[in-house]
């Protein structure tokens, strides 16, 4: 299985500064037939399922505000939040769709510093 | 819009088995992959099962593998988690989420199990 690792575990942002989170896949999940990274990134409120925010690593999901945005590719990627706001905090996940057993990383916690 | 609405949980005490449901519309079911994921409480997401759009081809985390069934009825816009053997750590937030070419994109607001004596 391919294992996602996020860094950091938990992470406190000041309102209006930018929040970085890393994702680092075990296997490389860039498809070399389409050129496409298959990783996405999910945001996750208290008491609500994932939200999906970004996939192929760098789209922005419909809706989704352009603070966001994902970067990187084969094993290395990012979750970018330009200027968070308070509504950000959730935790958030990367997820590897390269194969049919799909694995998520551990999660990363944004709060407000 | 894409609804998927999951049912089914409850408390069950180690060893016995739950089958969890999930109703979809909004979207054509019969042509979408879906998926099973769990949470467990205040923890992360575990990916547990997934079946194909016409239910011929299925794959599972090592974790459920024989002990779970993942199934679906077309014919009624309906997923299905068999659980059999249950123990204490599959106690979870149940989810089914739709899959895309792109992304696995809807989630439903998940069903609680509970395993517990």
């Known amino acids: 299985d391919i294992v996602m690792t996020q860094s950091p575990d938990s992470l406190a942002v000041s309102l209006g500064e930018r929040a970085t989170i890393n994702c680092k896949s075990s296997?490389?999940?860039?498809?070399?037939?389409?050129?496409?990274?298959?990783l996405a990134w999910y945001q996750q409120k208290p008491g609500q399922p994932p939200k999906v925010l970004i996939y192929w690593a760098s789209t922005r999901e419909s809706g989704v505000p352009d603070r966001f945005s994902g970067s990187g590719s084969g094993t290395d990627f990012t979750l970018t939040i330009s200027s968070l706001q308070a509504e950000d905090v959730a935790v958030y996940y990367c997820?590897?769709?390269?194969?049919?057993?799909?694995?998520f990383g551990q999660g990363t916690k944004l709060e407000i510093k | 819009q894409v609804q998927l609405v999951e049912s089914g949980g409850g408390v069950v005490q180690p060893g016995k088995s739950l089958r969890l449901s999930c109703a979809a519309s909004?979207?054509?079911?019969?042509?979408?992959?879906m998926h099973w994921v769990r949470q467990a409480p205040v923890k992360g997401l575990e990916w547990l099962a997934i079946i194909s759009y016409d239910g011929s081809q299925r794959y599972y985390a090592d974790s459920v593998k024989g002990r779970f069934t993942i199934s679906r009825d077309n014919s009624k816009n309906t997923l299905f988690l068999q659980m059999n053997s249950l123990r204490d750590e599959d106690t979870a937030v149940y989810y089914c989420?739709?899959?895309?070419?792109?992304?696995?994109?809807?989630w439903g607001q998940g069903t609680l199990v509970t395993v517990s004596s």
């Open positions: 909004g979207f054509t079911f019969g042509s979408h992959a």
């Open positions: 997820q590897q769709h390269y194969t049919t057993q799909r694995t």
């Open positions: 296997q490389n999940v860039l498809s070399k037939s389409n050129n496409k990274n298959y």
């Open positions: 989420v739709r899959g895309g070419n792109s992304v696995d994109d809807y």
